[in-house]
């Protein structure tokens, strides 16, 4: 169902749809509501309508209303609500405005599902409602003003992301158990064949390094994977209740990824406080957090490049910065390079893109213990900086 578009000369046809504001019952001034607002209330794409006294009787619907319901607005002013709309009886909604008429209170609802005729030929749509008690002049409750919003194709695409979501970690997930065995078949034979270098010719030896490189590399992906889909899965390698001392988790990311960061060529300053910064949380899943920021930085940093890893307290709990002057970023990257699969292909050496799973992993860890990352660059050739931020104990 789509909402109202006002039609070319609607407000012509306007006394045939609608109840003129001036006269409301109920103590409402003989005012009313200016001529200006009506019309905006009245031509507005929102489903609009008040409802009087506690039968909640049509004293004004908008043309979008009568229009959703089928009758004229002139037929449909003076008849209770739930005469009208019997087919909305019995989801709670009688119950709702008789509460308003209790607390005197708004009602605001988000998504709300609303099923529309009987069964079995009963749809159903889902709004955004906003239910505004209305008084008279002497402050005594009149009625209720009910607006809402069809978000029915709002909820379906929200569904159909939530699902397309959860498909994709049930993927991940059946893809790194199918994917192991057969690589570490692999990876087995061919480290039983690297330990007999005289038992092999020449071309075969070669052979058998290459397989077994490109091997380890197909391992170490699945491993990524495979950490990505546990940590959306909610699944952590250690209880998030433990503590964690974040200098020994710089200090280990270090270590795994000097190998790299020697081979690059670059320099590597690290900066931390002297008291322990402590957090509850999965060590583990910090390190390969950690870990993948550093290989990001020494990927997409020319060899010979400058990289800094700061820890430091804030307010809000501890940051850990990992900046470098490599290709940077573009501001549109800055926040979809988090995306899973997503890689910046400029300026890059396709042989160091890998999957984009890296940065994925980075922000579900990092959304896994309470904290963020985030991605800052003042443009592409300009380097760029990854802070991450997580609540630590003691915040």
């Avoid at 109202?4 to 003989?30: D, F, K, T, V």
């Avoid at 909305?88 to 607390?103: A, I, M, P, S, Y």
Wanted: aromatic share 4%; hydrophobic share 45%; proline share 6%.
């Amino acid at each position: 169902m789509s909402q109202h578009q006002p039609r070319p000369g609607g407000a012509a046809r306007s006394s045939e749809r609608a109840c003129a504001l001036p006269s409301l019952p109920a103590g409402i001034p003989a005012a009313g509501i200016p001529a200006v607002l009506e019309q905006c209330l009245r031509h507005a794409p929102a489903f609009i309508a008040l409802v009087m006294g506690r039968q909640h009787v049509f004293a004004f619907v908008n043309d979008a209303y009568a229009e959703w319901i089928g009758q004229p607005a002139s037929e449909l002013c003076g008849r209770p609500a739930f005469d009208v709309l019997s087919g909305v009886r019995g989801q709670g909604f009688e119950e709702l405005l008789d509460r308003l008429w209790t607390t005197r209170e708004p009602y605001v609802g988000r998504g709300v599902a609303v099923r529309i005729g009987t069964r079995p030929d009963a749809r159903e749509l889902f709004a955004d409602l906003v239910f505004q008690p209305v008084f008279d002049e002497r402050g005594d409750m009149a009625g209720i003003f009910l607006q809402w919003h069809d978000v029915t194709e709002r909820h379906r695409l929200g569904e159909a992301q939530r699902l397309a979501a959860q498909n994709q970690d049930v993927f991940l997930t059946k893809l790194v158990h199918e994917l192991r065995t057969p690589v570490a078949a692999i990876r087995g034979a061919m480290e039983v064949l690297a330990r007999r270098p005289g038992q092999v010719s020449g071309p075969v030896e070669r052979m058998v390094r290459i397989v077994r490189h490109q091997a380890g590399s197909i391992g170490s992906l699945i491993d990524e994977l495979a950490d990505l889909a546990s940590v959306k899965l909610g699944r952590s390698a250690a209880p998030m209740t433990d503590c964690v001392v974040l200098q020994d988790v710089v200090r280990h990311a270090v270590e795994a990824c000097t190998p790299l960061l020697d081979a690059r060529g670059h320099a590597l300053r690290v900066l931390m406080p002297e008291p322990d910064v402590v957090l509850q949380g999965d060590a583990l899943r910090l390190d390969r957090a950690l870990c993948n920021l550093l290989t990001n930085a020494a990927k997409y940093t020319a060899p010979g490049g400058r990289i800094e890893v700061q820890l430091s307290c804030a307010r809000q709990g501890a940051v850990i910065c990992v900046s470098d002057n490599g290709i940077g970023l573009a501001r549109p990257s800055l926040e979809r390079i988090f995306d899973l699969f997503h890689q910046e292909e400029a300026g890059t050496d396709a042989r160091q893109g890998g999957l984009g799973i890296g940065l994925a992993l980075v922000r579900q860890i990092a959304q896994a213990h309470g904290g963020s990352v985030q991605a800052h660059s003042d443009g592409p050739g300009r380097g760029a900086s990854f802070v991450l931020k997580l609540p630590t104990a003691r915040s």
